[in-house]
């Protein structure tokens, strides 16, 4: 209903942190907590009893850990859940199986000392929450275990890049994309809206998952064929090109569109440096970054593809990219990684 308020339940052991979100989200005239949780059985009470619009769930928790919860819960009664990890590797290992059992995001578990008064953090919280409020719920068991084969291609051009930006929901969509790359596919870079800790995580489990070598990105990493490299949580990546190779560089710089990696200062540079032996795509996420950056890689000759409002868990970024005029292809994400390899696998003085 159009005015109505985005009612949440906070599932958490720690009476502290129970307090401490309804604070935060309380604080935003439309969100409601209508209730808490100290454990996933009173939770599952008060979800029949409250429906919510949004679950926020702890990762870690005596009786029943929130995973298994999860697990549980989106197949008995789907709805938008966002995880609250801690920053541990065990968290941050438990945080990503959330995501592909069907949690729509996450945010690092806040402490009375390290986010109270904090405005950015806070308000991060608030935004996931809204976000999670308006997102597509899948299921992950519903998918295919693994994407459709894609054809192989020959590539030409050794100095050939795709660049991958994602945010809600993107943890999953780059895993589909990716784990249908070949061996041999162009050098690959992405960013990922994830806190430190969790991209290398994140980029570890996608290597066990792919053909190709995936790794959280270095200073000065090559960026080769059958290489994908992923920019570090709170950290800027570039992309820079030296003779026929590219490289990236890694920065702290401060953030853009709030964001810190941000996808268009990746896309810049790939505008920049490689132009158009560059194809890009720009995932599922709310916000608008990358839409500029994707428009500037179009305008500099480089083929772009952006993923559609159907196949997305938030239909943000590539609606923006859509907008502004950055995006030439619009794709379910099933059709994604075979249209790169087919834009990469044409020189961009080819295409019609």
């Known amino acids: ?13 720690s009476a502290s942190i129970r307090q401490l979100l309804t604070r935060i989200l309380s ?11 100290a454990d996933p059985y009173f939770a599952r009470d008060k979800i029949r009893k409250l429906e919510p619009d949004v ?13 298994t919860f999860l697990e549980k819960l989106m197949r008995a009664h789907p709805m938008p859940v966002v995880m609250v990890s801690s920053l541990t590797q065990h968290g941050c290992d438990v945080t990503l199986r959330a995501l592909e059992l069907g949690a729509t995001d996450f945010f690092p578990k806040p402490t009375i000392g390290t986010l109270a008064g904090v405005e950015d ?39 050939q890049i795709i660049a991958i930006g994602a945010s809600t929901g993107g943890t999953e969509a780059i895993r589909e994309v990716l784990m249908a790359m070949p061996a041999d596919a162009p050098g690959i870079v992405i960013v990922q809206h994830m806190p430190p800790g969790f991209t290398t995580s994140y980029a570890a489990r996608l290597n066990s998952l792919c053909a190709i070598n995936v790794k959280e990105a270095e200073d000065g990493d090559h960026a080769l064929p059958g290489h994908a490299l992923l920019a570090p949580g709170n950290f800027h ?29 990746l896309f810049d540079s790939v505008a920049q440096c490689a132009g158009r032996n560059a194809v890009a795509a720009i995932l599922t996420g709310m916000g608008d970054d ?19 409002e159907e196949t997305c868990v938030v239909y943000g970024m590539p609606k923006e990219a859509v ?19 087919d834009l990469a696998a044409t020189p961009a003085s080819e295409a019609a």
Request: glycine letters at 8%.
């Open 290 to 308: 990358g839409a500029r950056g994707m428009r500037r890689m179009r305008d500099a000759g480089a083929r772009t593809v952006a993923q559609d």
């Open 27 to 37: 604080a935003d005239p439309e969100i409601e907590v209508v209730g808490t949780a």
């Open 1 to 13: 209903m159009p005015g109505s308020k985005t009612r949440v339940l906070i599932v958490d052991d």
């Open 121 to 159: 953090g806070a308000k991060q919280i608030v935004e996931k929450v809204k976000a999670a409020a308006k997102a597509r719920v899948s299921v992950h068991s519903s998918r295919p275990a693994t994407p459709p084969p894609v054809v192989a291609r020959s590539f030409r051009l050794t100095h």
């Open 323 to 341: 907008a502004r005029g950055g995006a030439e292809f619009v794709l379910p994400l099933q059709s994604i990684a075979g249209k790169l390899l």
């Open 237 to 265: 990546m570039t992309l820079v090109r030296s003779g026929a190779t590219y490289s990236v560089k890694i920065n702290s710089a401060p953030p853009v569109n709030r964001h810190r990696p941000s996808v268009d200062v």
């Open 55 to 67: 679950l926020t769930l702890d990762v870690e928790m005596p009786r029943m850990d929130g995973v």
